[in-house]
């Protein structure tokens, strides 16, 4: 997030797009609740209608993976109204004229036609964003997770360029993380092409410094992305995985073939709190702390860096999973430091990383609401809004973008869009969370959210137990008739082990992220086979 | 925006600003307004009546939550009227609410503001006026528990419910002294809009709303030792306290609003979710799978060994590039910093990543 | 928090067409609106009329109901095996013992008709009077322009007839004061005070009057929004009101009319809780300020009117501020005064602001048997011992007498009469009309009906050693008007009345 969560209840717009955030960032949807109690108005651009939509004062329901012409026809209309904020674009940007030229044939009348939106919501969406100071834009994982996911990301760019909405509080560009430490896992360096704090690993210059502080020679070239490697088990070049804290059998797209890569390693070690779905596959099992068993720092969506402090012990004969990664490394011949606690880790950390080296545990416990890097020195406050003083980079560069169709789309054998998400009451893989018993009588198992008309063809009445196909696999769920779907789209969560929604999902990866499409695949639902024909013949219909 | 002027408070000058109300001068004064409604997440309805103070040329007692201050007003928080006021009222509230021997309110697991108010005045010994108050006792949620006799209707659970949780899954339901909390039918919380957030159990001043998981006696132990954390859950990085009690957290809350991001908010998980902290199920020993197949118990220096060799095997075998490190979002910062560093610096290579996108 | 396109304003009338609020028509009506099915069970549940669903005879336990013996009726209708609530004043004192039937209609015990004030056209609403339809005073306000109308009801010294006795003419000023444009008149027709039944008649008698009113005030302060809001009790005079809207449709054509019904509740007649009502909520009061006058109806300016000080309005344009003032004798105007109780012919009497009880007693017929004490206005205002009947029954002198004049809603009580009882009968109804917001009155109300009725049944006045404080809490502490008042009753009586609460 360029801007920080305390902003958001003084917005005057916020512009929602690919995020149910009252389900997957609850406590910042309480935020957007209270700016519009204050009068800000929303703006949700979603194909579902999820509950932020019901309150909003606009609801856009694109289709599924159509967002870069619904964006694109935002920004033509803004610069064919002259809304568009030419001294800040003058000032802090380059390569507009790119971009202006590229959207002049997204007009909203067309894109109607492409993404399901009516022209007139697009244009007053588009005017509203232009002509408001605190506007801010909100993004998940609907925006990334898709083949296009970066074009997606630039198209949402250019907007905040083009309309000056950057270093303005309450406004700016902010992409909401989906887990506790996503930004702190990449900021730590746990990326094939990043040391901690985004410093290239191809670069001599910055290698130098590691293999110095380290005292080893370290590889020049980059690894390979998550999803890489996913296909890279499965074809046998990687043989041996690591797997710390992550059930990748249930969270990765297309897991068949996941599965097909486990079994095909060599060696799996999973360093785990309970047995999971990727466990089945491991050599070794190594039982690690949850969050209240150990000391370390969470680093939140506004790249804030908050203490995580030890409450009890962990169970048995489990360790913090600090300490066990240390004595992999000593015991496989690597001389890693004898840290007398994660304070002394956080110490190092932070000195490799330019973010972070004004902080340190003192501080965290001294600044009860967190710090925010860039925080370079101890006497920096830290920085909860990010470039005040225009672009950090200097000058920001408009991507002009192409529209590119999802890579799987509907065909008369899987004819209906399948969206993939989160609910409130699970978590991810959901082994903490189907222990616990409300989300439990909230939500027992797998289900489907379908339209009615959708429901009525398949003669599928809500309760009723569905199998959902893709290409890839097969899995049950119960059918939920929700007025929330498009026509022609279902909509699955993706908690379930017995009935994995990653089943389904499409492992096409976005060029530069290898983000994959998990918000469009093709599937069909039936009951009977005779159902799923009389949907495919009223689709091509 | 805000004009800077005085006014008197208890016949002092203080400096105010325009739109502040009587209760936020007094806070930052140092003068403690009591009150059992308000909460600053809330707009103030001013419904309690604990906060009245006498405002010069006002003829009723006004509420200091609500009353916004206006250049040279005169406000006084203490008087023979207003003690008077607290002594009657508060006995009004205890003629009906549910009483300890020392004719006290009680006090459940989630305290009683109400409790210690009325240590501050004398026992009228008001008789019990016995409101026909109903309750919701099919409601069969896991998590949150209504005592109608500890309720004084503040309102502060609904106006949450609506104003900053928005699910208006309960409401006030009848009139008068049958006045209740309810949900529509009086139906379980489960099958109603609710999402189980418990910030109704958070806000309520009087402990009428408990954790049902929470030990009942928590307050009456002497509370326990609470740990300052940050949520596990999603990147929001709302802030707990995680309360301890025989090495075991028995109960989730937010530090005050007003202190951290979350505003004294959490969500169901966060609140909620945390039994599986010690759950039956977790792993409390290194495993190493044998020849046949199956998992069997070893010590940690025969798992850090063979979990070193295996790496190490593969490593020798076909090169560092292939082996792949999957960190974890889920892990702390130090934690993806070391596994980083063993991928690069203990084996070689930059095939380290975790799900970054999800 | 509400959908932006919720429909909040509606849920209770539709709850009433579902027949009263079930989880199948809260559900319904949820689905219908948009609004959250939590907010309308919480709603419905505080109308009496819609609370709980099912066939009944209401039986009114009002105070000249309860003289007239309401009590016997109740327990032979549930004899009969029949269903019977009790509910609140009807506002049919004079007709009796009031009720209504299983169908909604409203069914009086009595062999008299109302009595009312013989036509004089000097009478600013003059009841028996001939209805005009001319509008001529809308059209002359128009002409005068508003500063020259307001400046007319300034010198007549109209106070807000519902009760609180506030200057008119300063509500309209401030609607013309302020920025916003979107601005409301409401009509308080929301009669609920127990002894009263004038604004019945005059809805019934003189509508036009009430509609030039508020059409006038309308032009004023700029807006042609008007609602207004009448109990839901009253079946025939929504109709009147609807009837002349009807007949008045060319000469009002400027205007917006909406007629809106209660659903059972006495603390919508204070105006923020009938601003709440109008909303689609619950009726609690609203803290003040913010006055109606700056935010009122859907948080905007709203000047609102009790029916009878806005149908005082077209006589004092037509003869000037002057002349209406003059009909008034220790106070501004003539004024309708409600008698009931023991009294020879109950009605509506329009005298001269300042008569005295003997002056209004002699009006209605004369006592019968011999007066003990007097409601002088409505349930609010306590008892006052017959003694007092050389008192001006004005807002002044009545409210030094620790009464006030209310809704001049007079009830005489004779001497066969046990005032432990009677105010019995007040507390009850204060009990269950509380809104339930605050504690002094939810509590407090409670608690002294319950030791009133200790000491009825034990006969030791023991039961009343809180009393006092508890009183004095309940007028200092409380949110509204109704907390304010509604240990009045106990209050006066025992302090009038002593000998009617020694020890038995």
Redesign the interface.
Not at chain 1, 54 to 57: K, Q, V
Not at chain 1, 304 to 313: F, G, L
């Given at each position: 997030m360029t801007n920080?969560?305390?902003e958001i209840r003084d917005s005057e717009m916020m512009f929602v797009i690919g995020s149910n955030t009252t389900e997957?960032?609850?406590?910042?949807a309480?935020e957007m609740?209270?700016a519009?109690?204050r009068g800000a108005k929303l703006v949700v651009a979603d194909p579902r209608k999820i509950w932020l939509a019901?309150?909003?004062?606009l609801h856009l329901q694109l289709k599924p993976g159509t967002d870069v012409w619904l964006l694109s026809a935002m920004a033509h209309v803004i610069i064919e109204e002259d809304l568009h904020d030419k001294a800040f674009i003058a000032k802090h940007t380059t390569d507009f004229e790119s971009v202006a030229q590229k959207v002049k044939s997204y007009s909203p009348e067309a894109a109607e036609e492409i993404t399901g939106v009516p022209a007139e919501d697009i244009r007053t969406a588009a005017r509203w964003y232009a002509s408001t100071k605190a506007a801010g834009i909100y993004y998940t994982?609907g925006i990334?997770?898709h083949t296009h996911?970066t074009d997606n990301v630039y198209c949402l760019a250019n907007l905040v360029l083009m309309t000056g909405h950057l270093g303005v509080r309450s406004a700016g560009m902010n992409p909401?993380?989906?887990?506790?430490?996503?930004?702190?896992?990449?900021?730590?360096?746990?990326?094939?092409?990043y040391?901690?704090g985004y410093q290239k690993?191809v670069d001599p210059s910055i290698r130098e410094i590691?293999e110095s502080a380290?005292?080893?020679s370290?590889?020049p070239?980059?690894?390979?992305?998550?999803n890489e490697?996913m296909k890279?088990?499965a074809r046998g070049?990687?043989?041996?995985?690591?797997?710390?804290?992550?059930d990748?059998v249930i969270?990765e797209p297309n897991v068949t073939k996941v599965e097909v890569g486990l079994n095909a390693c060599?060696?799996v070690?999973c360093q785990?709190?309970?047995?999971n779905e990727t466990t089945r596959f491991?050599?070794?099992?190594?039982?690690?702390a949850?969050?209240?068993?150990?000391?370390?720092?969470?680093?939140?969506?506004?790249r804030?860096?908050?203490?995580?402090?030890?409450?009890?012990?962990p169970?048995?004969?489990?360790?913090p999973?600090?300490e066990?990664?240390?004595?992999?490394?000593r015991?496989?011949?690597?001389d890693?430091p004898d840290y007398p606690s994660?304070k002394e880790?956080?110490a190092?950390?932070a000195s490799l990383t330019p973010q972070l080296r004004g902080m340190s545990y003192d501080r965290l416990e001294a600044n009860?609401?967190?710090l925010h890097w860039p925080c370079p020195d101890e006497d920096h406050p830290g920085t909860p809004t990010l470039h005040l003083d225009g672009p950090i980079i200097g000058v920001a560069p408009f991507q002009a973008v192409d529209y590119r169709p999802s890579d799987e789309l509907p065909d008369n054998d899987y004819p209906l869009v399948l969206s993939t998400g989160r609910t409130?009451?699970h978590?991810?893989s959901a082994?903490?969370?189907r222990?616990?018993?409300?989300?439990v009588?909230?939500q027992r198992g797998n289900f489907i959210e379908i339209h009615r008309r959708d429901a009525k063809i398949l003669g599928i009445a809500h309760g009723d137990k569905v199998e959902v196909s893709s290409r890839r696999g097969t899995i049950q769920a119960e059918a939920w008739v929700s007025p929330r779907v498009r026509f022609g789209c279902i909509w699955m969560p993706m908690h379930f082990a017995e009935n994995r929604a990653n089943l389904l999902t499409n492992d096409a990866g976005d060029a530069i992220?290898?983000?994959?499409e998990?918000k469009v695949c093709a599937v069909r639902v039936r009951r009977s086979k005779q159902a799923t024909e009389a949907l495919a013949e009223v689709a091509s219909g | 925006m805000s004009d800077s002027f005085h006014i008197k408070l208890d016949g002092k000058s203080v400096s105010a600003s325009s739109g502040e109300t009587v209760f936020e001068v007094a806070k930052r004064e140092g003068v403690e307004i009591p009150t059992l409604c308000h909460d600053t997440r809330l707009e103030p309805v001013g419904a309690c009546r604990v906060c009245l103070v006498e405002v010069a040329g006002q003829r009723r007692l006004q509420p200091g939550c609500a009353w916004v201050v206006t250049p040279d007003m005169e406000i006084q928080t203490q008087s023979d009227r207003i003690e008077r006021h607290r002594k009657v009222l508060y006995n009004l509230y205890k003629s009906d609410h549910d009483l300890d021997d020392a004719r006290l309110p009680l006090e459940t697991g989630n305290g009683n503001q109400l409790r210690e108010l009325c240590q501050t005045v004398p026992d009228m010994n008001l008789a019990p006026v016995e409101a026909p108050r109903s309750d919701r006792p099919m409601d069969d949620n896991p998590y949150i528990q209504f005592e109608p006799d500890l309720c004084i209707l503040c309102a502060r659970c609904t106006r949450y419910c609506d104003e900053v949780e928005a699910v208006n899954a309960i409401t006030l339901s009848n009139r008068g002294s049958a006045t209740t909390i309810a949900t529509a039918g009086q139906r379980s919380l489960i099958d109603t809009t609710c999402e189980l957030c418990g910030g109704c159990i958070d806000t309520c001043p009087t402990g009428a709303l408990i954790e049902k998981k929470a030990p009942k006696n928590l307050v009456q132990l002497g509370g326990t030792e609470s740990v300052r954390s940050t949520c596990n859950f999603c990147g929001v990085g709302c802030q707990l306290n995680l309360h301890v009690q025989n090495e075991r957290v028995v109960k989730v809350t937010s530090p005050e609003p007003g202190e951290t991001l979350n505003d004294g908010n959490l969500c169901v998980k966060g609140r909620f979710a945390y039994d599986f902290i010690h759950h039956k199920d977790r792993i409390t020993e290194p495993l190493i799978r044998d020849a046949n197949g199956d998992l069997q118990p070893a010590t940690w220096e025969e798992a850090i060994a063979a979990t070193s060799a295996g790496l190490n095997r593969v490593r020798e075998k076909y090169g560092s590039d292939a082996l792949g490190f999957i960190s974890s979002s889920r892990c702390t910062g130090e934690e993806n910093y070391l596994m980083q560093k063993v991928a690069r610096a203990a084996f070689g290579t930059n095939n380290v990543h975790q799900c970054a996108a999800t | 928090m509400q959908k932006p396109d919720a429909q909040r304003e509606k849920i209770l009338d539709l709850l009433e067409h579902a027949g009263g609020v079930t989880e199948e028509s809260v559900r319904q009506v949820s689905e219908d609106t948009g609004v959250p099915e939590a907010d309308i069970w919480g709603t419905g549940k505080f109308y009496s009329l819609i609370d709980t669903p099912g066939k009944r005879t209401r039986v009114c336990d009002g105070l000249s109901c309860q003289l007239a013996g309401a009590d016997e009726l109740a327990a032979s209708i549930t004899d009969s095996g029949k269903a019977c609530e009790r509910v609140s004043c009807l506002g049919q004192c004079d007709l009796a013992i009031a009720t209504l039937t299983e169908e909604m209609e409203l069914k009086t015990y009595t062999k008299k008709e109302t009595s009312i004030t013989p036509d004089d056209p000097e009478l600013a609403i003059n009841l028996a009077g001939p209805v005009d339809l001319s509008y001529s005073a809308l059209k002359k306000s128009i002409s005068m322009g508003a500063e020259a109308v307001i400046k007319e009801i300034e010198v007549s010294g109209l106070q807000g007839r519902g009760g609180a006795g506030f200057p008119a003419h300063i509500k309209w000023k401030a609607l013309r004061s302020q920025n916003e444009t979107e601005r409301y008149v409401i009509c308080n027709a929301d009669e609920a005070e127990p002894g009263t039944f004038k604004d019945r008649e005059t809805i019934l008698r003189q509508p036009h009057k009430m509609l030039e009113g508020l059409a006038i005030a309308a032009a004023m302060i700029e807006t042609s929004e008007i609602y207004i809001y009448i109990r839901g009790e009253y079946g025939n005079e929504y109709d009147s009101i609807n009837r002349a809207i009807e007949e008045a449709q060319t000469q009002l054509a400027q205007f917006n009319f909406t007629v809106v019904r209660g659903h059972g509740a006495y603390i919508c007649g204070e105006e923020t809780a009938l601003l709440e009502s109008l909303e689609g909520k619950r009726g609690m009061p609203r803290l003040k300020p913010p006055f109606p006058t700056e935010a009122g109806f859907r948080g905007k300016p709203s000047l609102i009117h009790n029916v009878e000080t806005i149908a005082c309005v077209p006589s004092i344009i037509h003869r000037g501020g002057q002349h209406f003032k003059d009909l008034g004798r220790t106070e501004a105007g003539s004024k309708l005064y409600c008698i009931s109780g023991h009294i020879e012919s109950p009605g509506v009497y329009e005298l001269p602001l300042g008569v005295t009880l003997d002056e209004l007693v002699e009006a209605a017929g004369g006592y019968t048997g011999t007066p003990l004490a007097f409601s002088p206005g409505g349930a609010s205002s306590g008892f006052l011992p017959i003694s007092m009947r050389a008192l001006p029954l004005d807002y002044k002198n009545l409210a030094e007498a620790g009464s006030m004049m209310g809704s001049s809603g007079v009830v005489v009580l004779n001497d066969t009469v046990d005032m432990a009882q009677a105010a019995g009968w007040q507390l009850e109804f204060f009990e269950r009309e509380s809104c339930g917001q605050c504690a002094p009155c939810r509590i407090g109300s409670r608690y002294l009906r319950r030791q009133n009725d200790a000491y009825l049944k034990l006969g030791d006045p023991i039961a009343f050693e809180h009393a006092d404080d508890v009183a004095w809490e309940m007028e200092e502490g409380s949110i509204c008007g109704l907390g304010m008042v509604a240990a009045k009753p106990l209050d006066s009586a025992r302090k009038h009345f002593p000998d009617h609460f020694k020890t038995k």
């Open positions: 920080s969560i305390d997957a960032h609850p406590i910042i309480m609740k209270r519009r109690q019901e309150m909003a004062d994982l990334t997770e996911g909401l993380r989906g887990q506790n430490n996503v930004q702190g896992a990449n900021d730590a360096g746990a990326t094939p092409i040391y901690p690993v590691f380290w005292g080893v370290l590889s070239n980059n690894g390979i992305n998550l490697m890279e088990m070049n990687l043989k041996a995985v690591y797997v710390m804290g992550e990748i969270s060599e060696f070690v785990e709190i309970f047995h491991a050599d070794v099992i190594l039982p690690g949850c969050f209240a068993e150990k000391d370390g720092i969470f680093t939140n969506s506004d804030r860096v908050q203490r995580v402090r030890k409450a009890v012990d169970p048995g004969n489990a360790r999973d600090w066990i990664l240390c004595d992999i490394a015991a496989s011949g690597y890693m994660s880790v956080f190092e950390f009860v609401k967190g409130l009451y978590y991810n082994t903490q969370t222990r616990d018993a409300g989300p009588a909230k992220t290898g983000t994959g998990y | - | -």
